[in-house]
């Protein structure tokens, strides 16, 4: 069962800020929200993750809301070679023996930057 | 950086034949996944290793898939026999179990079954 709900396609100007929604209704207090990225023909891209802080690193920014049912990943200068799809992923950490260790991609959206 | 190394990146191989993917994960990373990507299922996980135990493969066609970890710088995944439903792009991430943070994954071995 998908644990997250994403657009399947988002478009933004070269320049401009992406902003890449993505809904966690059922996250349970232990997971972490986590964000990849995959560029065509290339393995997926660990970008950032987040607990229930905001959180900023080189690539992007996590905001996520204060009931953590969704959360925003911010590309704040968006590059024609940011243009991939993009993962949002529930999981615990750490490996309890079950089955929550996994990471378990969906369709992603797809994030085109145009020129 | 530190990299995730998958050979080969390329494989034609005519059906029935067996096919031999690797994946050389991090030094020091403890967990290995291998998944398998198509246009219409996307990324599917196959198996997962902890310290080179196999603790899942829930998701393998167990009848020709296989997957091994012979040591901890080496994970093998084995068709046998080989058919044309397996063409894909198989991927190898690795990563730290107990440590915060997300998985390294290599570049991809894409398999064409004739």
């Known amino acids: ?115 | 950086d530190a990299r995730v190394t998958q050979t080969p990146r390329h494989k034609v191989t005519e059906m029935g034949q067996e096919v031999t993917m690797r994946c050389q994960p991090i030094l020091g990373h403890n967990t290995v996944f291998w998944y398998r990507q198509t246009m219409m299922q996307g990324l599917e996980l196959l198996a997962y290793f902890r310290n080179r135990a196999p603790l899942d493969d829930s998701g393998m066609p167990k009848d020709r898939f296989s997957a091994e970890m012979p040591d901890a710088t080496l994970a093998t995944l084995k068709i046998q026999p080989s058919e044309p439903r397996d063409s894909a792009v198989y991927f190898c991430a690795s990563g730290l179990v107990h440590r915060v943070g997300g998985y390294t994954f290599g570049s991809g071995t894409r398999l064409t079954v004739v």
Request: neutral net charge; glycine residues 8%; proline residues 5%.
């Open chain 1, 1 to 115: 069962d998908a644990k997250t709900t994403q657009p399947p396609s988002m478009d933004c100007a070269e320049g401009r800020a992406a902003n890449l929604p993505c809904n966690h209704s059922t996250i349970s207090g232990n997971e972490y929200v986590y964000w990849y990225r995959q560029i065509h023909s290339q393995g997926p891209q660990y970008i950032i993750h987040g607990l229930k802080n905001n959180e900023t690193n080189e690539m992007a920014s996590l905001i996520i809301t204060e009931d953590r049912k969704s959360s925003t990943l911010i590309l704040p200068h968006a590059t024609l070679r940011d243009t991939a799809v993009y993962y949002c992923i529930v999981r615990v950490e750490g490996d309890s023996g079950g089955s929550n260790y996994k990471l378990t991609f969906g369709k992603g959206t797809l994030l085109t930057v145009n020129p």
